[in-house]
């Protein structure tokens, strides 16, 4: 069994910055690749953030590049998503997901073994 748990989310106004959490429980976490993804009301669930097992490798979905960063501490089990330069679009509920093998389709939601309850991020316009 492995669990995800997000944390961190909240209301905030435009222009202002968030921090998420994701801890993960029941296996070694450094086993998994990590990656957070965002789902609107009424639209698809969208890739926005991925990074390595270890860290080296990060990758960012186009509308966040240059705004936010993943990161993770393996000591901690946990993985994080630094928004800054917030927007009324980046509101959605976010989930953390943790893949079990390499491939290059991390982008893809059918790539991920598992997933967090997901957490509510609202922006402010």
């Known amino acids: 069994q492995v669990q995800l748990v997000e944390s961190g989310g909240g209301l905030v106004q435009a222009g202002d910055s968030l921090r998420l959490s994701c801890a993960g429980t029941?296996?070694?976490?450094?086993?998994?690749?990590m990656a957070w993804f965002r789902q609107a009301p009424g639209k698809e669930r969208e890739f926005v953030a991925h990074i390595s097992r270890l860290g080296f490798i990060t990758k960012y979905a186009d509308s966040v590049k240059d705004r936010f960063i993943i990161s993770r501490d393996n000591a901690k089990n946990t993985v994080w998503l630094q928004m800054n330069s917030l927007k009324s679009e980046d509101t959605a509920i976010y989930y953390c997901?943790?893949?079990?093998?390499?491939?290059?389709?991390?982008?893809?939601?059918?790539?991920?073994?598992?997933w967090g309850q997901g957490i509510q991020v609202t922006v402010s316009s």
């Open positions: 997901a943790a893949d079990t093998e390499y491939s290059e389709s991390y982008y893809s939601t059918g790539h991920y073994d598992y």
């Open positions: 029941g296996r070694t976490f450094s086993s998994f690749g």
